[in-house]
């Protein structure tokens, strides 16, 4: 019976190791040990391995349960990894996209930019032909009116009877019987400026005497400047040197800053055809416009001071000339 047990003992331990030809059946004294045991022994024996065994395969069990889920685990993170490759893949696909439309802007924008600093350039080349244009007409309209003298405050219909030249010879009798009018200066013609009446114009019509010669226009003006006030059948009157409207724009242009000089005893001037000039610390300053002005101003702040208000209501009235353009009334 023992020996029996024994066999059998020895073939359900080695059973698991062995091959099918039973290569090796050499017992282990642990084995030899069990051959010893009585039955209930031999019983709790075997139970001790089972459960042994059984605790090694739940081990096992657990270890591959825990190892699957690594194997999915890392699977997952494969496919999340591949999926962010395929990401960052596209990602660099748009990138270079973008850098390639960045770069085909940014050549545009140059060549834009290029040409419009050559419009640039070419505009003003165009605005500087227009002014000098425009400045050489002015000069030719003013030539044409060089013996010219406008008299401004004579009442309409005064110069019905013996027309508009004979208003200067009375102006001269006048004003300035030394200066005299027969035999030493000649009126070549006389009109009112513009040539058609205007019902909307409260004011009279200019009288533009052309003299025969412009030395005489000169020595009238020198006298009237001496004189300073100038009177027609004793109201007073004004006589002035007939520019082109557009010189006359111009000198307009400066008449709120002419006042606020004027008002601080500065000595303004109005030069042909349209600078101001002025007294300031001791010194003759001349401007041909406003921008030259206004970038000296800045360096003088008490003369900031003195054209302060005459500059902004300049800026104002840009401002609605821009918004309300009006025709100018031509002369002549």
Same mark, same amino acid.
């Given at each position: 019976?023992?020996?029996?047990?024994?066999?059998?003992?020895?073939?359900?331990?080695? +059973?698991?190791?062995?091959?099918?030809?039973?290569?090796?059946?050499?017992?282990?004294?642990? =084995?030899?040990?069990?051959?010893?045991?009585?039955?209930?022994?031999?019983?709790?024996?075997?139970?001790?391995?089972?459960?042994?065994?059984?605790?090694?395969?739940?081990?096992?069990?657990?270890? &591959?349960?825990?190892?699957?889920?690594?194997?999915?685990?890392?699977?997952?993170?494969?496919?999340? @990894?591949?999926?962010?490759?395929? #990401?960052?893949?596209?990602?660099?696909?748009?990138? =270079?996209?973008?850098?390639?439309?960045? =770069?085909?802007?940014?050549?545009?924008?140059?060549?834009?930019?290029?040409?419009?600093?050559? &419009?640039?350039?070419?505009?003003?080349?165009?605005?500087?032909?227009?002014?000098?244009?425009?400045?050489? @007409?002015?000069?030719?309209?003013?030539?044409?009116?060089?013996?010219?003298?406008?008299?401004?405050?004579?009442?309409?219909?005064?110069?019905?009877?013996?027309? +508009?030249?004979?208003?200067?010879?009375?102006?001269?009798?006048?004003?300035?019987?030394?200066?005299?009018?027969?035999?030493?200066?000649?009126?070549?013609?006389?009109?009112?400026?513009?040539?058609?009446?205007?019902?909307?114009?409260?004011?009279?019509?200019?009288?533009?005497?052309?003299?025969?010669?412009?030395? =005489?226009?000169?020595?009238?003006?020198?006298?009237?400047?001496?004189?300073?006030?100038? #009177?027609?059948?004793?109201?007073?009157?004004? @006589?002035?040197?007939?520019?082109?409207?557009?010189?006359?724009?111009?000198?307009?242009? &400066?008449?709120? $800053?002419?006042?606020?000089?004027?008002?601080?005893?500065?000595?303004?001037?109005?030069?042909?055809?349209?600078?101001?000039?002025?007294?300031?610390?001791?010194? $003759?300053?001349?401007?041909?416009?406003?921008?030259?002005?206004?970038?000296?101003? #800045?360096?003088?702040?008490?003369?900031?001071?003195?054209?302060?208000? +005459?500059?902004? @209501?300049?800026?104002?009235?840009?401002?609605?000339?821009?918004?309300?353009?009006?025709?100018?009334?031509?002369?002549?």
């Amino acid at each position: 019976m023992r020996k029996n047990r024994s066999s059998t003992i020895q073939q359900f331990i080695k +059973a698991p190791d062995q091959k099918e030809k039973h290569k090796n059946t050499e017992l282990s004294p642990e =084995d030899l040990e069990l051959g010893k045991l009585s039955d209930n022994e031999f019983r709790a024996a075997i139970i001790k391995k089972l459960n042994e065994v059984e605790r090694k395969i739940e081990k096992q069990a657990e270890f &591959w349960s825990y190892f699957t889920k690594e194997i999915e685990i890392i699977k997952k993170n494969q496919t999340e @990894l591949l999926e962010m490759k395929n #990401t960052m893949d596209q990602i660099k696909q748009n990138t =270079d996209s973008l850098n390639a439309r960045v =770069d085909n802007l940014e050549e545009q924008i140059s060549i834009i930019e290029d040409r419009q600093a050559e &419009w640039c350039q070419t505009e003003e080349e165009r605005e500087l032909r227009i002014k000098k244009n425009e400045e050489n @007409l002015r000069e030719r309209m003013d030539s044409m009116r060089s013996k010219n003298i406008r008299i401004i405050g004579i009442p309409e219909n005064m110069e019905k009877e013996n027309g +508009a030249e004979s208003v200067l010879n009375k102006i001269i009798e006048e004003n300035f019987p030394n200066l005299g009018i027969n035999g030493e200066m000649y009126v070549e013609e006389g009109f009112r400026s513009p040539r058609f009446v205007n019902v909307k114009r409260p004011t009279a019509r200019d009288i533009i005497v052309k003299l025969a010669h412009r030395n =005489d226009k000169e020595r009238i003006l020198r006298e009237v400047r001496k004189k300073k006030r100038i #009177t027609y059948k004793g109201a007073p009157i004004r @006589l002035s040197v007939d520019f082109s409207t557009e010189t006359l724009q111009a000198r307009r242009e &400066w008449s709120d $800053i002419f006042k606020a000089l004027k008002d601080k005893n500065l000595q303004p001037r109005i030069l042909y055809p349209a600078r101001i000039s002025f007294r300031y610390e001791g010194e $003759i300053k001349s401007f041909p416009d406003k921008q030259k002005l206004r970038e000296f101003v #800045t360096k003088s702040p008490p003369l900031q001071e003195i054209l302060k208000k +005459a500059l902004i @209501l300049e800026k104002r009235k840009k401002g609605e000339r821009g918004h309300n353009p009006q025709t100018r009334e031509t002369n002549g």
